[in-house]
Structure formats: C-alpha cells, structure tokens
C-alpha cells in the first residue's frame, strides 16, 4: 500500500477535510507508529514497523483524527492531544472504517478473540460490575446508619473504608438506578451520575449499542463541549499569524542568544591569542 492509497482510504472516511499529506518514512521506530505534524499537515508513518497493512491502516487512521482535529476545532487545541473530543473522533472514524471494509477488527473477526471475549464479559467484567452494584447498596446502609448515630459518612468512607467519596456516591447511584452491569463498572459510574432521567437513558443506550465512553461523552452527554466547528477564514488566518509570531520572537530570542554566546567565544578567543603574543614575546 502506497501514501496516495493510504490517503484514498483515509478520504473514504471523510472527504471534506483541509488537505494533508500521507508520508512513509521507510523507517523502524521502536517509540512510536505514527506521528501527525499540524504545521504541514503531515501525516508520517514509520511502515517499517508493520507487518500487516491492517495494523498499518489503524495507525494511519489514528493520525487522520489528530488532523481532523487539528484543523476542524475552532477552540484552541489543548496541549493534551489526546483528549475526549479525539478519541471520540478516532473511534468513530474506526468504526466506519470497519462498516467500509477499510480495517478489520479481528476482535471481531477471530474466533479466539470472539470466544474470550465473550468468557471475559461474562465471568469477570458482568459479575464484578453487579458486584460493585450491590457494593453501592451495601453504602447506602452504612450511610443510613450513620444518619441514624450522627456520625460522619464521609468519615466513614476516609478513615474506615478507604474509599474516595466520588467513587462511594457513584456506586450509591449505580444501585439506586438500577444501571445494568452488562455495560461493566466504569462505563455503570459515569450513566450513574446523570441525575437527568432521560438523559441518563440516552446514555446507557449508547453504551448498549457499542458505543465507547468518549463517543458517549461527546455525542450524547455533552454534544456542545466537544462538537467539531469549522472556523471561517479570517479566524484561521488570525490564529495563524499569532502562531507564526510567536514562533518568529522565539527565534529571534534564540539568534539573539546565540550571537551573544559568540561574541563571549569570539572575547574568549581574542584574549587568549594575545596572552600566548604575550607569551612569545618573552
């Protein structure tokens, strides 16, 4: 698979995205698959650490999000590249993919996989999250009992328990909603939160259809706060032009540096020529 194919099939995934270009390093790296560079738009893959143009696709469409992030949020980018908002982008696009027929998932393709899945969700994932519902049942107890002596909950839960109070009220909620345990104990404590009914059964619906819980943070319960706006021209131009003048002050910063640490070498070396003069000269 050449660049022009990977960047065909990246396409296929969403055609209209600011242009960018596909790079194959013909390099091994043992740190990292793939990078994605937001000032060129470049997309480089070391595809010399691939066996399969399946694992080497996968990684080229973990680079597409960071560029359809980068050039498609009109906030700024935050430090952390991956966030909520591309992880929600990465998975989607990884979904898609697999509906096209661009990637293939083999957790779903290969029996081994399918089988200890499927062991995996019902001996361990199912029965450790109802166990963790009853544990939310077996708090409220002990909460009513402290009501019932005066005593601190909170108190409770710190010095007796050990447990961090967000995590005790999460479980709390888990049982008192009743969230199913199919969608495992993470994914139970953020729908547990939700204090709005309808809402909180969007999201619980989401996870039931395979959703991932950054697609369920972005799509679902918080669509506005991690929603992909395309930026009008002037505000990309202005960004732009603050970026290339901070990039150019830190230069002259630099050359600045460097020409006094010369002009100290050229002292330096001024001074020694005319002590080994001196020297001679004796």
């Known amino acids: 698979m050449n660049q022009q194919e990977i960047k065909n099939k990246l396409l296929q995934l969403k055609s209209d995205v600011a242009d960018f270009t596909v790079i194959l390093s013909g390099k091994k790296s043992g740190k990292v698959d793939g990078l994605y560079k937001p000032d060129s738009c470049e997309i480089i893959i070391h595809n010399k650490n691939f066996e399969s143009e399946n694992r080497l696709i996968y990684t080229a469409i973990h680079e597409f999000a960071h560029h359809v992030q980068f050039t498609e949020s009109s906030g700024t980018i935050s430090s952390k590249s991956?966030?909520?908002?591309?992880?929600?982008?990465f998975h989607s696009l990884l979904f898609d993919a697999e509906k096209k027929?661009?990637?293939?998932?083999?957790?779903?393709t290969d029996s081994r996989f399918v089988e200890l899945t499927k062991k995996i969700r019902n001996d361990y994932l199912g029965q450790n999250a109802e166990l963790m519902k009853n544990?939310?049942?077996m708090l409220l107890e002990a909460m009513?009992?402290?009501?019932?002596?005066?005593?601190?909950?909170?108190?409770?839960l710190d010095r007796e328990l050990g447990i961090k109070r967000q995590e005790a009220k999460a479980l709390i909620k888990a049982f008192q909603h009743n969230v199913t345990s199919e969608i495992g104990i993470d994914n139970m404590k953020l729908v547990a939160r939700i204090d709005d009914d309808d809402l909180r059964r969007r999201a619980l619906a989401g996870f039931q259809k395979g959703m991932t819980e950054p697609m369920v943070k972005a799509e679902?319960?918080?669509?506005?706060k991690y929603k992909l706006q395309k930026q009008d021209e002037l505000e990309v131009l202005m960004k732009e032009r603050t970026r290339l003048e901070k990039s150019i002050a830190h230069l002259i910063e630099r050359l600045e540096n460097i020409d006094q640490r010369l002009s100290e070498c050229g002292a330096d070396l001024s001074n020694k020529l005319a002590s080994d003069q001196?020297?001679?000269?004796?």
């Open 82 to 89: 991956h966030t909520t908002l591309f992880w929600n982008l």
């Open 101 to 108: 027929g661009i990637y293939n998932s083999l957790f779903k």
């Open 135 to 137: 544990f939310g049942n």
């Open 144 to 156: 009513s009992l402290c009501m019932e002596t005066q005593a601190s909950f909170e108190d409770y």
């Open 220 to 224: 679902v319960i918080n669509p506005d």
């Open 278 to 282: 001196d020297e001679g000269d004796v």
